[in-house]
Antibody, heavy 120, light 107 residues
Framework: EGQLVESGGGLVQPGGSLRLSCTAS????????MDWVRQAPGKGLEWVGR??????????EYAASVKGRFTISRDDSKTSLYLQMSNLKTEDTAVYYC???????????WGQGTLVTVSS | DIQMTQSPSSLSVSVGDRVTITCRAS??????LAWFQQKPGKAPKSLIY???SLQSGVPSKFSGSGSGTDFTLTISSLQPEDFATYYC?????????FGGGTKVEIK
């Protein structure tokens, strides 16, 4: 069964940058689209964005709230997904989850999440 | 953007009760609807996809129905491990969007 493990969260000042990683195992990572979803403390789930697979040129999609500030990428040789976050705002404070997307475009596996706190 | 509206936002039920949660999309999404369960401090767990198909390993007490704009999640005979927050999500178009959640609490 597939496993996703996020890392890289922590405390960062407003305007700062941070890169999250998600390492996958137990499935053919390169076949799948991968997403990031976040959850602010005490709030609901918010989709952040997607990176498609090599067959779809690694193209990306983003939520309007992060477009231009966040970049999603992947390294299939390392079975890893990344979220580069820049110009961070206090409202970006959240637990960030990486999620596997199936061939039929629904989610199945979720990582355990990593907490990002944006505060001065 | 497609807005997903869940109701109720919370409900108090007893062990053994049948629970129904509804999710309405602001425009038609065919059957591109998923349901997730989340317990406090844990990652969401995928329950249902394509509105009515159970994810592998999910017990049959969970069922989903609907298409177009109106969907339901039903949990038959609620057990202590089912007390959690449930979210719907549409994956018909970008941006993907979630409902606000329904917290199922013990009465």
């Amino acid at each position: 069964e597939g496993q996703l493990v996020e890392s890289g969260g922590g405390l960062v000042q407003p305007g700062g940058s941070l890169r999250l990683s998600c390492t996958a195992s137990g499935f053919t990572f390169s076949d799948h689209y991968m997403d990031w979803v976040r959850q602010a403390p005490g709030k609901g789930l918010e989709w952040v964005g997607r990176v498609r697979n090599k067959a779809n040129d690694y193209t990306t999609e983003y939520a309007a709230s992060v477009k231009g500030r966040f970049t999603i990428s992947r390294d299939d040789s390392k079975t890893s997904l990344y979220l580069q976050m820049s110009n961070l705002k206090t409202e970006d404070t959240a637990v960030y989850y990486c999620v596997r997307v199936t061939a039929s475009f629904f989610f199945d596996y979720w990582g355990q999440g990593t907490l990002v706190t944006v505060s001065s | 953007d497609i807005q997903m509206t869940q109701s109720p936002s919370s409900l108090s039920v007893s062990v053994g009760d049948r629970v129904t949660i509804t999710c309405r999309a602001s425009q038609g999404i065919t059957s591109s609807l998923a349901w997730f369960q989340q317990k406090p401090g844990k990652a969401p767990k995928s329950l249902i996809y394509h509105a009515s198909s159970l994810q592998s390993g999910v017990p049959s007490k969970f069922s989903g129905s609907g298409s177009g704009t109106d969907f339901t999640l039903t949990i038959s005979s609620l057990q202590p491990e089912d007390f959690a927050t449930y979210y719907c999500q549409q994956y018909n178009s970008y941006p993907l969007t979630f409902g606000g959640g329904t917290k199922v609490e013990i009465k």
